[in-house]
């Protein structure tokens, strides 16, 4: 069936670091994929996206990486701060069927002061 | 100034109520969705609206009926509450479903309790 990953579920970090948060999809058919952020007690909010055509998509101190040979995504936010806490979640859209988005599991960041 | 609101932010209710949560938003999209998010923050998609019409029914009991009187808004209704529909309830919406994506923007949350 299709499922969206996450390798860890906690990631601690210490402020200043630089993080990456791993995703594992499975549907090959997916074609755009986003990284969501979630503070405690508030709605995803969109961080950045990626198309199947690119590798890789910078914006500001965060960076998406797209690996479609092994079906892997990663998320890396360079010198992460306290407001980078939140816990972060992959989606992926496929290509057949109803637009939706899969969501992953989710992985917490804590940043260590 | 707020994109897409939800209300009430916290229901508590009893096991055999019926209850509605309401959505609006002001970005002028076209589409609209509900999302339930358990205890283990897993967010699934429940329902989507685009232009009113519903577009993705996954699979949730019939107890939960969305409604969308207009494109800016998308109701969500459940009948007789039970233990396991506590969690938090989010609503999205997008410019559209175009295939490639379309941006998600996420109300606060309803965080749904049932006794």
């Known amino acids: 069936g299709e499922s969206v990953g996450l390798h860890l579920p906690t990631l601690s970090v210490q402020e200043g670091d630089n993080s990456i948060i791993n995703c594992a999809y499975s549907?090959?058919?997916?074609?755009?994929f986003i990284w969501y952020k979630q503070e405690s007690g508030k709605g995803p909010q969109f961080i950045i996206d990626?198309?199947?055509?690119?590798d890789k998509r910078q914006g500001q101190r965060v960076t998406v990486l797209l690996n479609k040979t092994v079906k892997h995504l990663s998320l890396q936010i360079a010198a992460t701060q306290p407001g980078d806490s939140a816990v972060y979640f992959c989606?992926?859209?496929?290509?057949?069927?109803?637009?939706?988005?899969?969501f992953g599991t989710g992985t917490r960041l804590k940043v260590l002061a | 100034d707020t994109a897409v609101s939800q209300t009430p932010k916290y229901l508590v209710t009893q096991m055999g109520n019926d209850k509605s949560i309401k959505c609006e938003q002001n970005?002028?999209?076209?589409?609209m969705y509900w999302y339930k998010q358990d205890s283990k923050k897993f967010l699934k998609i429940m329902f989507s609206?685009?232009?009113?019409?519903?577009?993705i029914n996954e699979t949730v009991p019939n107890r939960f009926s969305p409604k969308s009187p207009d494109k800016a808004h998308l109701n969500l209704h459940i009948n007789s509450l039970e233990l396991g529909d506590s969690a938090v309830y989010f609503c999205?919406?997008?410019?559209?479903?175009?295939?490639?994506?379309?941006?998600?923007?996420f109300g606060p949350g309803t965080r749904l309790t049932v006794l």
């Open positions: 609206y685009n232009n009113k019409e519903l577009i």
């Open positions: 990626i198309r199947s055509n690119m």
């Open positions: 989606a992926e859209v496929p290509t057949s069927g109803t637009y939706k988005y899969i």
């Open positions: 549907n090959s058919a997916s074609d755009y």
């Open positions: 999205a919406s997008s410019q559209g479903i175009r295939q490639g994506g379309d941006e998600q923007f």
């Open positions: 970005l002028g999209h076209d589409t």
